[in-house]
């Protein structure tokens, strides 16, 4: 069964600058490894609730576009920002199994893997939602090494404070979204609009975080998105404790913050284009 949220990824230019990007906002940001049959390498920064983030970067991107990074390498070469999400499964060809049952477009588990820097082989399978891992829909991914040799726990920074409260998926067809994500959590959704007027949707809560699926009604920033990027992960908000302290640690950082409803923004430019929001 689907267990929760897994990770989030960022797609970046330049890996050791996103690292020091990161870094200076206060997250323990810690080189991954390479995918040597995707072309691509990655850090990671773990979160208190075990899930984390993957910053990813393509090392060659001509071998990661003939994979199924291929929708990955477009949206990149549109601007830095959101991938796609992931999340976990504790069975996945039986998820799968079920899934195509509902008319879910799922592919079959394949496998994946990658060497961190210690020589450590870390080894999962995947399942993707429409052949793409950074599109409307999420993708699967369930473990066949330990989950502690591909995600080390949150010791220290931002990132062991922080818990995922919400993921807002950018999507051209609200009610075309809601009824896939229907089939892929076996759930319904709420309809849901926010109070600028600019956007609707729908919201699912889950024990796990809320999802909500997000069209943009006029020009936006979520607009904007859709038009550059296409469809997908568009935002991400993080619970913490000391909402304040965080801001203002990060203000004496340099870092640019803008306010929102019950905490903030970090300001995309010093998050490689992520909207990551503080509450």
């Known amino acids: 069964m689907i267990t929760g949220f897994d990770h989030f990824i960022v797609l970046v230019n330049d890996l050791d600058a996103a690292i020091r990007a990161y870094r200076n906002l206060g ?32 090392k060659d991107a001509a071998r990661a576009a003939k994979t199924f990074w291929g929708a990955g390498v477009t949206k990149l070469r549109a601007g830095e920002g959101f991938g796609g999400y992931v999340l976990a499964s504790n069975d996945l060809a039986d998820d799968v199994a079920q899934l195509k049952s509902r008319t879910l477009n799922i592919g079959d588990p394949s496998a994946g893997s990658r060497v961190r820097p210690d020589g450590q082989r870390v080894a999962w399978q995947i399942a993707l939602c429409d052949n793409s ?27 062991s404070r922080a818990r995922v409260k919400e993921a807002i998926v950018a999507v051209k067809d609200a009610d075309a979204a809601r009824d896939a994500y229907r089939a892929l959590l076996g759930v319904e959704l709420t309809r849901v609009k926010n109070i600028a007027g600019d956007v609707q949707g729908y919201r699912v809560a889950l024990t796990w975080g809320n999802i909500v699926l997000a069209q943009p009604t006029r020009q936006s920033a979520l607009a904007d998105q859709l038009a550059r990027r296409g469809e997908g992960l568009y935002a991400l908000t993080l619970e913490v404790q000391g909402v304040g302290r965080d801001r203002r640690e990060l203000r004496n950082r340099g870092v640019e913050t803008l306010n929102d409803a019950s905490g903030f923004l970090i300001a995309p430019e010093f998050t490689c284009g992520a909207r990551i929001r503080l509450m």
């Open 27 to 58: 997250f323990d940001a810690r080189a991954g490894g390479e995918h040597p049959a995707f072309g691509s390498h990655n850090a990671l920064i773990a979160f208190a609730d075990g899930t984390y983030l993957e910053l990813v970067a393509f």
């Open 133 to 159: 891992p950074v599109g409307a829909l999420p993708f699967l991914i369930q473990d066949e090494t330990p989950r502690a040799l591909r995600i080390e726990p949150a010791r220290e920074g931002l990132g």
